[in-house]
Antibody, heavy 120, light 110 residues
Framework: EVYLEESGGGLVQPGGSLRLSCGASGFTFSSYQITWVRQAPGKGLEWISYINSRGSTMYYADSVKGRFTISRDNAQNSVYLQMNSLRSEDTSIYYC?????????????WGQGTLVIVSS | QSALTQPAAMSGSPGQSITISCTGT?????????VSWYQQHPGKAPKLIIY???SRPSGISNRFSGSKTGNTASLTISGLQTEDEADYYCSSYKRGGSWMFGGGTILTVL
């Protein structure tokens, strides 16, 4: 069974940093592209970052570009999101999601999310 | 990066059909057959229900169907059931290497 699990969320002060992890199991992790999507409390979904299967191509939403860095370790079946210079508007549940292999650019499996609260 | 446009809320009675629209531009919805739809129940992660405009993942009921005309994609749910009450989001790949979501539609089954 495909399983994605986020960790690393918590309370952080504005301007601070946090590193999220996304651990995977149940599939050949190194074959799949992974994204991060966030959801502010009571709000909609926002795509924020993408990494290809080899870790050689990364994309970011304008809202996080220059502050967040996505990376992966295929040997550890994990993707990471390093978040720096955090702002109150970054408060959200952060989900990692897998892109399907059919090339449809859809997110076919999601983790349960980890909550990040940016507040003083 | 503006969100795709969806109605904020819709409602229907059990057994009825509803259609949720998702309007973008020629740089996203209209430019690619990469529209997907997600269902999200309260406190849960989103779940893929339609990919590639009109394809259903394994295990998704055929009561869910998708289509696209120009810059507008649509999700139709036929034979509404109480368990369909949820938030629905469309998504599209966007030219240049990014993805966009719609603002979400709260579906109430009365």
């Amino acid at each position: 069974e495909v399983y994605l699990e986020e960790s690393g969320g918590g309370l952080v002060q504005p301007g601070g940093s946090l590193r999220l992890s996304c651990g995977a199991s149940g599939f050949t992790f190194s074959s799949y592209q992974i994204t991060w999507v966030r959801q502010a409390p009571g709000k909609g979904l926002e795509w924020i970052s993408y990494i290809n299967s080899r870790g050689s191509t990364m994309y970011y939403a304008d809202s996080v570009k220059g502050r967040f860095t996505i990376s992966r370790d295929n040997a550890q079946n994990s993707v990471y999101l390093q978040m720096n210079s955090l702002r109150s508007e970054d408060t959200s549940i952060y989900y990692c999601a897998r892109l399907d292999l059919y090339g449809s650019e859809s997110f076919d499996h999601w983790g349960q999310g980890t909550l990040v609260i940016v507040s003083s | 990066q503006s969100a795709l446009t969806q109605p904020a809320a819709m409602s229907g009675s059990p057994g009825q059909s509803i259609t949720i629209s998702c309007t973008g531009t020629s740089s996203d919805v209209g430019g690619f057959n990469y529209v997907s739809w997600y269902q999200q129940h309260p406190g849960k992660a989103p779940k893929l229900i339609i990919y590639g405009v009109s394809s259903r993942p394994s295990g998704i009921s055929n009561r869910f169907s998708g289509s696209k005309t120009g810059n507008t994609a649509s999700l139709t749910i036929s034979g509404l059931q109480t368990e369909d009450e949820a938030d629905y989001y469309c998504s599209s790949y966007k030219r240049g290497g990014s993805w966009m979501f719609g603002g979400g539609t709260i579906l109430t089954v009365l």
